[in-house]
């Protein structure tokens, strides 16, 4: 019996996802383009995906648990339990203007279109403040979304804010503060929670001994 986990292939989270098992005293050998993997000291499988797909396969149970940023746990409405905040991939989701908007507040965002990734999460923003705004849907690239006439404001992924500073774009609210998290299938065996609660004890004290 293993515990299977999904993990980011490439980009932000995976060096730090990695780094995570391997504090956890946990070997897996990571080769180039490998899909799935597994553990050697461990009962546990690793597979590499896009971050996307992740809780889609968590809340199918393909999956018994994955990290994976909550801002994309919740812009895509899966069913899953997080466990655990992972302390990396820190970041937020923000609404952005053109420097030369005179911005008051979330009511200045009344009848403008907003160029995003996370329509979900920015429509409940929305509804949240009573404000009607058109929603634009891009997958990437959405700074540059303004100056190219296709927005008046866009909502992205900040950690520094050179990306926005770079596009002649302002911060003015902050959506959803965000981390890499530990998420769970709803309905594990005992035997995967057992694993699991193995997993998350060396996870905390990973944590414990950072702080
Ligand atoms: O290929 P795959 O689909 O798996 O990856 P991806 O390209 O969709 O995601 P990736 O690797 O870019 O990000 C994975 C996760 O990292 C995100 O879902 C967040 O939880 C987290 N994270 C943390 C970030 C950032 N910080 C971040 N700064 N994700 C993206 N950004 C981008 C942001 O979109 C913007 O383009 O970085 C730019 C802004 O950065 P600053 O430093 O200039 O503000
Ligand atoms: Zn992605």
Redesign the pocket.
Known sequence: MKLKIAI??????HDDSIKLLKECGIDINNGVNKLKTEASNFPLEVFF????DIPQYIEDGVADIGI?????VLEKKKQVNIVEKLGF???RLSMAVPKSFEYNGVQDLQNTRIATSYPVIVDEFLKRHNVTAEIHEISGS??IAPGIGLADAIC?????????FMNGLKEVETVLK???VLAAYHHLQPEQSKLLDKLLFRIQAVKKAKN
């Open positions: 980011q292939k490439s980009g932000r989270l995906l896009r971050d996307d994976v940023g909550e801002n994309v991939g820190k970041c959405v700074e992205d992924l900040v950690s520094s804010g050179s990306t926005l965000s981390e890499a």
